[in-house]
């Protein structure tokens, strides 16, 4: 509720600003930002879903750039490309690899189900709603496409590290 | 419809559009978004066969400097690795661009996000072509 403070010898030009004030003051209290954003608790799978695509996808724009940034050492000859694949040839740069790859994979994935689902396939049909007030977008058509996504990204992964870890054989 | 509810639906769809740098509208939101998923698509072809070119030998074989410098040399292989430098930096920093927008709505965060995006995204690009044309074996003078 909004209460107006002024005093009685405001312009109301002066008094309206007050009120203006204070409502945006209202509306910034009300404001769950960044912690709204990240809250996963109360809105279930889907928002795992839409917080793992954003970050998957920070992730793999780091590695995009550090992956660009790498590769222009063949430029400097071979001593520059062996020195730079070494960080690669480490325990640390194989857990870093295979994470690339799991992100990457899930990425693919779930993005080809937002895909799908921002043009309206698999949403299901609008109905009456009754309790407990499901929402027929939220099916299981939705769910199993992400829970796909996280048994790709698993099995790609398990992948990587046969290779990284068998020595690239 | 009166005369206010005409103008409303005006604003209504100019609030649906992308202003870059100034009030001129360049490209609808919509529009970014349908690139956007091209960009995805366009890429998952392309970065498999990337991969693939990495799995159809011994891994450690496939990243010794002169396979790959040959793979550079290979103009096709060469053209390639510019479609996914381009799809991916594109469609990378559009993506930043809509977690950024999420995050806050003023006129100056817009500007400067769309500023930042374009610029990080023309420079990843200059930079990688110049690895690819170098690598091919062109001089750049």
């Not at chain 1, 929402?135 to 769910?143: D, L, M």
């Not at chain 2, 103009?75 to 510019?82: G, I, K, N, R, S």
């Not at chain 2, 806050?104 to 690009?125: C, K, P, S, Y």
Request: overall charge positive; hydrophobic content about 45%; cysteine-free.
């Amino acid at each position: 509720m909004l209460l107006w403070r002024g005093s009685i010898d405001m312009t109301s030009a002066t008094s309206a600003k007050r009120i203006d004030d204070n409502k945006n003051k209202s509306d910034r209290a009300n404001r769950e930002g960044l912690r709204g954003w990240l809250n996963p608790i109360i809105y279930g799978w889907e928002r795992v879903s839409y917080w793992f695509q954003r970050l998957t996808g920070i992730f793999l724009l780091v590695y995009f750039i550090g992956h660009v940034y790498e590769t222009s050492s063949l430029v400097s000859g071979p001593d520059a490309w062996a020195a730079m694949l070494e960080m690669t040839q480490t325990i640390g740069g194989h857990i870093f690899l295979i994470l690339v790859i799991g992100a990457s994979t899930f990425h693919t994935i779930n993005g080809i189900r937002l895909i799908f689902t921002h043009s309206g396939q698999g949403l299901g049909t609008p109905g009456r709603p009754d309790y407990p007030y499901d929402p027929t977008s939220v099916n299981n058509k939705q769910r199993s496409g992400l829970w796909i996504a996280f048994i790709l990204a698993a099995v790609a992964m398990l992948y990587g590290a046969n290779v990284l870890f068998s020595g690239g054989e | 419809m009166t005369s206010d509810n005409t103008g409303n639906n005006r604003n209504k769809n100019k609030n649906t559009t992308t202003k870059w740098f100034s009030n001129v509208t360049l490209i609808r939101e919509s529009q970014i978004m349908k690139i956007h998923y091209i960009t995805a698509v366009g890429a998952l072809f392309v970065v498999a066969i990337h991969i693939m070119m990495r799995l159809i030998m011994p891994f450690n074989m496939s990243l010794e400097f002169e396979n790959v410098i040959l793979n550079y040399k290979n103009v096709f292989y060469a053209l390639l690795l510019e479609s996914i430098l381009i799809l991916i930096a594109i469609h990378g920093f559009n993506g930043l661009r809509v977690i950024l927008l999420e995050i806050r709505q003023t006129q100056i965060w817009e500007r400067g996000v769309n500023i930042l995006v374009i610029v990080a995204m023309i420079g990843i690009i200059a930079y990688g072509t110049r690895t690819i044309i170098i690598a091919n074996g062109f001089s750049l003078g």
